[in-house]
């Protein structure tokens, strides 16, 4: 996700061209969220796939809309085969 928050084209390979238009619509602080818990999960020593998985079911106090795009990101890395 990194420099994705800014630029959502860096990652639409990744996580497919519907999630990309979901992330691109998307607040910053919504993306901002988003990277945060993703971010956060990884530094707790959680794999990556598995935090694509688990991250909108974060106990974080985030907001819907964030839980809406990680839920996305998981949809669309799914149905792309994984990373």
């Given at each position: ?10 990652n ?7 999630t ?8 910053l ?11 956060h999960?990884e530094?707790?020593?959680?794999p990556?796939?598995?935090?694509v998985e688990?991250?909108a079911?974060?106990d974080?106090p ?22």
């Amino acid at each position: 996700m990194d420099g994705g928050v800014l630029n959502p084209d860096l990652n639409a390979e990744v996580i497919g061209s519907e999630t990309s238009k979901v992330w691109t619509k998307s607040r910053l602080r919504d993306r901002i969220e988003a990277v945060i818990v993703h971010e956060h999960l990884e530094a707790r020593g959680i794999p990556h796939d598995e935090v694509v998985e688990r991250a909108a079911d974060t106990d974080l106090p985030i907001g819907e809309n964030a839980r809406r795009i990680l839920r996305r990101i998981a949809e669309g890395i799914r149905r792309r085969g994984g990373r």
